[in-house]
């Protein structure tokens, strides 16, 4: 039976987004047939973790779906079994990496990928924390829908089942490798004070996340997609399409991936850095995996910590660093975009050498481009007063050690990678008695 790992990563109070996730775990489960298992990861606070604990016990058993609770003390046994077995050099430092004291979406996620290859599972379906599902006719859309339809499968058997069709036909034969959709609603509420306040500055701003050569003529289009979404227009009805997916249409709160993509290159596990964890995204389109974008958009919803004033520092920090790594990251993707389909290895998988000698020439680059980026927060944010103005004095407080993390976060992107293959072989085979007994239901018969 098809086993898939459809994982909620927290960090944060979320017992209904616990019981709308379960719910599609079961969706999946009864429409597809699949072994579902429900991985909750989490991270939060004492009081936060029992009313988790809590929600998962009342969970109504569910035909073909496995429930797994995994606090943080739970994680790191795993990881760190899965590190010894490994044989991988710097044991500790991978754990640190795998399981930081700091936020880092990437680190998460690859917790998810290293538990579900102990699972055996062969998809890994990623929702957040805040997710709530659309509804049409009283009824939730769930992603898993279209994930567990096309993923795995060769593009050519997805290409009649889809809208529409747009892949060279020379790929028809490479299996799906990502489906993904976006959000819908409001735009991100960290970035969208900039363009509200100064629009110019947005464009400025916001701008520095795309690549240096983007012509003129494209660019301010990209800035204003940016941050955006999947728009407002609420779901009516299914519209998908095969392709090589394009990183900004898609979410990661709202993304499947196979594992012949995450099995062998991880996210990198940078802390306090937005947008990191969309690595893969590009990697897929780069290798020219297939994919396919649907619209069943995930409903977006800040918590009240996100528009107070702590919550706002603390984005805006996770924002500069991002802007930062973006410059790296885009050397990284113009070799992945140069090398083609040499990313792939005779059977068709990718190549994780190439991508971690990427990341290594990376973390070695110049910082100029780094201090230049900070130079033009700082005048832009400063120009926006209030609480901008009080971020730009923290990022000129902490400017070297800003710049020297954002080499440092490569240099441990390309250690990862480098371990990364002998973690997940080792994964497969950990032990996972230690972790808390599955609660399931008798399986879905197909």
């Not at 490994?86 to 936020?103: C, F, H, K, Q």
Request: glycine residues 8%; aromatic residues 6%; charged residues 20%.
């Amino acid at each position: 039976m098809r086993r898939v790992c459809l994982t909620l990563p927290t960090n944060r109070a979320c017992t209904p987004t616990i019981a709308a996730v379960a719910e599609e775990a079961a969706h999946g489960a009864r429409e597809s047939g699949a072994e579902v298992h429900l991985l909750v990861l989490d991270s939060s606070a004492p009081a936060d973790l029992a009313a988790h604990r809590a929600a998962v016990a009342a969970l109504p058993p569910a035909p073909g779906v496995v429930v797994h609770h995994l606090d943080e003390a739970e994680q790191r046994a795993f990881l760190r079994a899965a590190v010894t077995a490994s044989g991988a050099g710097e044991p500790d430092r991978l754990l640190e990496l795998l399981l930081p004291d700091g936020v880092s979406y990437g680190a998460c996620t690859n917790r998810a990928f290293l538990v579900a290859e102990a699972l055996g599972c062969s998809s890994v379906h990623r929702r957040d924390s805040d997710s709530r599902y659309q509804l049409l006719d009283g009824t939730p859309v769930f992603p898993i829908h279209h994930e567990l339809a096309a993923l795995g499968r060769p593009a050519s058997e997805v290409a009649g089942a889809v809208t529409r069709a747009r892949l060279d036909p020379s790929l028809a034969d490479r299996p799906v490798a990502l489906v993904g959709a976006s959000f819908i609603g409001e735009p991100s509420v960290d970035v969208d004070g900039i363009r509200a306040l100064d629009p110019e500055a947005y464009q400025e701003i916001v701008g520095l996340s795309l690549p240096a050569g983007t012509p003129e003529i494209w660019r301010r289009h990209l800035v204003d997609e940016a941050f955006r979404g999947g728009g407002t227009e609420p779901f009516t009805a299914d519209r998908t399409t095969l392709s090589l997916v394009a990183p900004n249409r898609v979410d990661m709160c709202n993304v499947a991936l196979g594992r012949e993509v995450y099995a062998r290159v991880p996210l990198p596990p940078a802390t306090d850095t937005i947008g990191t964890d969309y690595f893969l995204l590009h990697l897929v389109r780069h290798a020219r995996l297939p994919g396919v974008l649907h619209n069943r958009h995930i409903v977006n919803y800040y918590t009240r910590e996100r528009r107070s004033d702590e919550g706002f520092l603390a984005y805006q920090i996770r924002f500069a660093k991002y802007l930062l790594a973006a410059g790296r990251l885009d050397e990284v993707y113009a070799g992945l975009a140069a090398a083609g389909d040499d990313l792939l290895d005779p059977a068709g998988l990718v190549r994780p050498g190439t991508v971690a000698g990427l990341a290594r020439a990376s973390a070695a680059a110049d910082p100029a481009d780094g201090a230049a980026r900070l130079d033009v927060l700082d005048r832009r944010y400063r120009s926006l007063g209030g609480r901008y103005a009080a971020a730009a004095d923290v990022f000129a407080g902490r400017r070297d050690r800003l710049l020297a993390e954002a080499g440092a976060d490569m240099a441990d992107f390309a250690l990862l990678t480098d371990a990364w293959g002998s973690l997940t072989a080792h994964a497969k085979g950990t032990a996972v008695n230690h972790l808390p007994r599955p609660r399931t239901a008798p399986a879905v018969t197909p």
